[in-house]
């Protein structure tokens, strides 16, 4: 794999930098003058200075900064709301399945009319745990604006079931909420062949369909403590076992018709899971992998990650904050700039000569790059390091694929859920044991941003230093 960190040999990921410092300005400062007139005053700039490469060159570092900051200003502008201060009905279509809290039951729910999406809390009763996706509400209330946090509190007198309509919201929010209760369905008919382990059926539901609420807080502190977190998490992973499926059973006969249903049978299966930050940055480095294999060209670099973080941030500047997009790009990341180091340690004929060790060495490898890229953010956000990560990668990720396809089968063939709950109550069984080995994880770390910053200095500055004694 030829590597891609350089800036004149991966030119998008310059422009992706200057974009989310952009961002990033955007979001920490306020301009009293609109900023599209300097930006159309640096693409005439740049177009200007074709002869002069450095200088044009900056200057189209200058537009995509000023263009992230025009993004982030407009995103900023256009969730600023001002709610009435008194209670006002409103009529709104529920998004999720009923999350028990203390004394009430939390509800993801969208307005019918302004399509905006906020998190309801209901009064704790038998209605309100009987909420299903798609229901629709009718609600006496004073919606809360706390920064980004949109929410609002109903007692049980003020709101009622009752037929809504959605003609207001847009072909893709009605789009979603088609494929959020075809979820709801299916989860379903997988829970109706299920027993007593409820920690194993959500297991499952997060790991096959992007449903994380019935994840108890024990589960998940098991996860994180063993660095198994990421496979509850859908990504590359999952998506790439369901692009590998759709491979088989369509062929290559005609590559140009395979290509265009496997992209499809993708992107629906992203709308079925929610479409969070990873595995739409998933989907689209599978359909950029999917177009550039019809030219025969390189698939997967650092210019092609950059591209689809270019895509995403220009689409939605807010996913730069969300910790869900700093790992998954920064796990990809760290995995295309130091494979090509650890594939060095031996050589291409010993690798097909062993097996055993070419799989081994490369589980460990990608495990490794993987956790030099996220550890600082796992750090600086769960205060932890897990420091059995490279074991639990072994046993999780086989055991993910095989869970994976599994559950495929159970949604066809359901009464064979059984054999789906025993290998994931076994996986979770060895979890909990590896995270009560005593020194598993190192707890209590507080980086802070600069400290943070230097972690990744040091970090590319070592790659650099690796890759210069290699080329000599």
Known sequence: MK????????????????????????????VPFPLWPILLGLVVMAWL??????????????????????????????????????????????????????????????????GQKLKCYLYKDQRSKALKIGDGLQIQSRIENQGFDVRTFVPSW????????????????????????????????????????????????????????????????????????????????????????????IGRRRQMVAQIVMITGIWLFVFLVGMST???????????????????????SVNTLAFTAIVMLMMNPMALFDIGFQMSYMAVFSILLFMPLFERVFSEEYLMSHKVVKWIGSAVAVSLAAQIGTA????????????????????????????????????????????????????NAVLSFIASIPGSSIDGLHPSVLQISMVYVIIIASYLLLEQKHNQ
């Open 3 to 30: 590597n891609r960190l350089f800036w004149n040999e991966a030119p998008l990921l310059r422009l992706a930098v200057f974009l989310m410092v952009g961002i990033t300005i955007g979001k920490y400062s306020v």
């Open 49 to 114: 200075l074709s002869r002069y490469e450095l200088l044009q060159l900056i200057t189209i570092s200058a537009c995509m900064l000023v263009l992230g900051w025009l993004l982030m200003t407009r995103q900023l502008s256009s969730q600023t709301i001002a709610w009435p201060a008194e209670e006002v009905c409103y009529e709104a279509v529920v998004l999720s399945e009923p999350v028990e809290k203390p004394k009430t039951m939390a509800v993801d729910i969208q307005l019918t009319v302004s």
């Open 158 to 249: 003020k709101w009622k079931k009752v037929q809504v309509s959605l003609k207001h919201l847009s072909r893709l929010d009605r789009t979603k909420l088609y494929f959020l209760k075809l979820r709801s369905r299916l989860l379903s008919r997988i829970k109706t062949e299920w027993k007593d382990d409820g920690d194993a059926f959500s297991v499952v539901a997060a790991m096959a369909l992007g449903d994380k609420k019935g994840l108890t807080k024990e589960l998940k502190e098991t996860y994180s403590v063993t660095g198994a977190s990421h496979v509850l998490a859908l990504s590359g992973l999952h998506l790439g076992i369901i692009y590998t499926l759709l491979s088989l059973l």
């Open 278 to 300: 990873s595995v739409v940055r998933a989907a689209v480095m599978l359909t950029l992998y999917a177009v550039l294999s019809l030219g025969h060209r390189e698939k997967m």
């Open 376 to 427: 600082p953010l796992t750090a600086y956000y769960f205060g932890r390091f897990s420091t059995c990560f490279l074991l639990t990668n072994l046993i999780v990720m086989p055991a993910a694929v095989v869970i994976l396809h599994l559950t495929l089968v159970v949604l066809l063939l359901p009464s064979l859920a059984y054999l789906l709950l025993y290998i994931v109550s076994k996986l």
